[in-house]
């Protein structure tokens, strides 16, 4: 079946790492995704890893891939209060092909002083 | 290059209403999905329109319908409105092949 689990809530003092979870369910996803709403927008594509690899880092943000454990990751290093919104984690199960995603709940991060 | 644009932002219904939503895909794109997303259901994929096709489509009533033009842009139609129909209605677009989304800023519906 097709499932994507978050924890929901994160909180984090401003500099420090923030690490964000996801299991998925669907082996077959080629594509994972993490995309950041904020309050009253839309979603913003954050990065995206593909299947076959472990890990992509792309400035602050850092994604680990456990294709084994179908499990997913997002690094946030040296965190900020404009950090603060939405995360949602996404997969692109085959049978969909790359347009039809996933999404998990949402994790709501909140960055304090 | 422009965003996805979705008009309008903000829509009030009543039940038995319809409504006709608005997607303009970024430039060069052909591929439109749409989401439905709840505070109870969170984000799910109603449908995706490539080439004025629905190529791919979620688990939702048949009152939930789109289209899309030969200029990309898409238009979905929610018939018999229910109060649950109230929810964020996300539309992304890509280049059809790419493996990325780009999301527009959502209409917001209310079924009062």
């Known amino acids: 079946g097709e499932d994507v689990e978050q924890s929901l809530f994160l909180s984090v003092r401003e500099g420090d790492s923030s690490v964000i979870n996801c299991t998925y369910t669907?082996?077959?996803?080629?594509?994972l995704y993490w995309y950041k709403q904020e309050p009253g927008a839309g979603l913003q594509l954050l990065t995206y890893i593909f299947s076959n690899m472990d890990m992509k880092q792309d400035q602050r943000l850092t994604v680990l891939l456990n294709k084994k454990d179908k499990h997913l990751s997002l690094r946030i290093a040296d965190t900020q209060t404009g950090d603060s919104a939405i995360y949602f984690c996404a997969e692109s199960p085959l049978s969909g092909g790359y347009n039809k995603l996933i999404f998990g709940a949402g994790t709501r991060l909140a960055v304090h002083p | 290059k422009a965003g996805v644009t979705q008009t309008p932002r903000y829509l009030i219904k009543t039940r038995g209403q319809q409504v006709t939503l608005s997607c303009s895909p970024i430039?060069?794109?052909?591929?439109v999905s749409w989401y439905q997303q709840t505070p109870g259901q969170g984000l799910q994929f109603l449908f995706e329109y490539f080439s004025e096709t629905q190529r791919n489509k979620g688990n939702f009533p048949g009152r939930f319908s789109g289209r899309q033009f030969s200029n990309s842009r898409s238009e979905m139609n929610v018939s018999t409105l229910e109060l649950g129909d109230s929810a964020l209605y996300l539309c992304a677009s890509s280049s059809g092949g790419g493996v990325t989304q780009y999301f527009g800023p959502g209409t917001r519906l209310l079924v009062l």
């Open positions: 669907d082996s077959s996803s080629t594509y």
């Open positions: 430039s060069g794109h052909r591929s």
